[in-house]
């Protein structure tokens, strides 16, 4: 027999990891103290760390909550380093709602219950689109349970009574809720048990709603508005059955623009008439602060990622106008500080518009904004197009899919999967932008933060109100940052 | 590249009738890529349930002319019919023949963003619209018979390449295809996973399937086809019934061809 021969009689059983490379001790010594120089610089950092919060910590705890005034602070203080928090306790409903009637004025109610009310909605309104793990009847506690909560708190009988409807199907959904398990209540419906409507619909209905009870006015104009979509959607239903998809997309398009245009006035003129049903108008002038900040936010980020993604794919068509149009557009825009934008929307824009118009100027911006941020979000998606093999492309050509039905189930889900960290790192960007309306005399968070600053009283308060600023935008920045982190985790499925 | 997978040469295969009725005729077919003229004036007719395989060295265009027959290339002249359906730049004859002609990859392109199950019922569904639980049905059908219905729910990242190119020929047999295009299959496999993905086609291949092949695999030739067609510089060079070809071919390209690889 050789020595080279050898035969393994038995295949060697899986043993646990040595103790000192994982637990609390394995954990610590591998990532803090990893030799000399590692435990140098960690304990450096701590004493860094301590030091930071050593002068930190005394400012920002300091007894000055229910100050008047910066003198008053100084006073409570007496000589000691500290924060002047009275200025976050005074302002903070400024810096929330900017100046939306809050029924200080003569003959004026307090209307900050529309944006919460619209705030709350929203959360309700992009819970089933960001989540799908939540259930559909949790999805309509919540909503009854907001709209419940607001109507019973605005008094008065009828809204009253219709408040305590909706809070008693609020309450009577959750008792099911949790009274059937999630096995159970699968096996009923795999067996035909009627399910409640897809909260999804609320989430289309929210964008028409969301400005009604934002600016106020008839309940018809939303509804005009919603009903041109409707138009739009019959219409290409009908057109593309008998002359396909191309006309039918133009034949929409065009009857929701007339509809717009030329009908939707008389409608709800009309139905403004015979039911008049609505809400104390708001003038843009009296939007402001955080209220601004997230209104703007969120048509950017909402209306940006379609609108990037269908020039992302013109871009990339064959067709050459359509793609010069789409490199011209995102060439242009991102070539273009958004700061020029917003003067253009500010001032420029007036110019052109017919004399007597009047074009508000919160939709001047936002459409500026949207504008600025699908040119960036075009180049994202561009990225993640440009990510995918060839492969995906001819595996769902070669089924016979078109060209829609494979970008929406093959090309574009796993595009924007890729795309997730640059998409939401634009939606962030985009969001922080939104303070750049100060300058064009929008009283967002850092406008008003001015304003307050130019009171008397508070002449010299600077840290503490760009602080409270600061951690606002954070927490709105940072979520978004760990719901991209979030998504990724649940979309991946190259693991076991 | 010799391959020395073994099949069972005992099996009767005389019931693998080729019928007289067209499936794909080609006349005339020239296509260049910029100036270079890729595949030249071929001319190939393949009848109902002939299994052909082609072979050639690398950049004689066998790829290009399967890859031809269902438009994922444009040809620049001459003529495609397939089951009587011209292509020309008209999408909807395009996407017909499509639909009817199935077509495995080498690198098998599966969806990674879905699991094996969705991965064959997508184009059933969105194409041939057929009902979600019919669709779900006759995929497991197609997993089942190739032999892995245990997967269907896993994602196409976590199966070995062996199991992800059968999936993809059973992803192609979902949509009920008349003729099935292999562009090779096996190229990117281990041998022993190889040897699992021949033994899916051969099956096919007595079912009596059309199947036109690019291979390597000339023991999968000799088994399996009733032409092998040799291709190089862009043009058909030689074919035959496999016998004939591999113990007498007739060009020299041919003999130096077959000389490297056997």
Redesign the interface.
Known sequence: MSDLSYVRAEMLPEKAPPVSTSGAVGWARENLFNGVGNSILTILSLFMVYLVLSALLPWVFSPTWNAASLNDCRTILAGHEGACWGVINERWPQLLFGFYPNGSEEGTVDQRWRPILTFVLLFVAVIPVLFNMISRRMNWVLLLGALGIAFVTRGGVLTMIIGVALLAGAAYVAFQLFNTNKVDRAEEIASGAKRLPNPLIFSAVFPFLAPWLLWGGSIWGPIGALFGFVIGALVFRAVTAVAGSLMGIIAAVLSAVIWWLFLMGGFAWAMESIISLGLEPVESRKFGGFMLSITIGVVAIGCSLPIGIVLALGRQSDLMIVKSLCVGFIEFIRGVPLITLLFVASTLLNIFMPPGSNFDIIVRVLIMVTLFASAYMAEVVRGGLAAL?K??Y??A??????YW?AQR??IM??AL?ISIPGIVSTFIGVFKDTTLVSIIGLLDPLGLSNAIRADANWNGVVWELYGFIALMFFVFCFSMSRYSMYLERK?R???? | MSTSIEFDHHADRSHMSVSDKVAIEITGMNKWYGNFHVLRDINLTVNEGERIVICGPSGSGKSTLIRCI?R?EEHQEGSIIVDGTELSSD?KNV??V??E???V?Q?F?????LTILENCT??PI??RKTPRKEAEEMAMHFLEKVKIPEQAHK????LSGGQQQRVAIA??LC?MPRIMLFDEPTSALDPEMIKEVLETMISLAEEGMTMLCVTHEMGFAKEVANRVIFMDAGQIVEQNEPNEFFDNPQSERTQLFLSQIL
């Open positions: 093999p492969g995906q001819e595996a050509d070669a089924l016979g899919l078109d039905k189930l093959i889900p796993q999967k979309l499925t190259d693991h076991h | 269902n994922l999408l996407d017909k499509r639909s002609v199935g077509m990859f690198h392109n599966l969806f990674p963003h997508l184009a969105w194409v994602y196409p990242g976590m992803r192609s949509m």
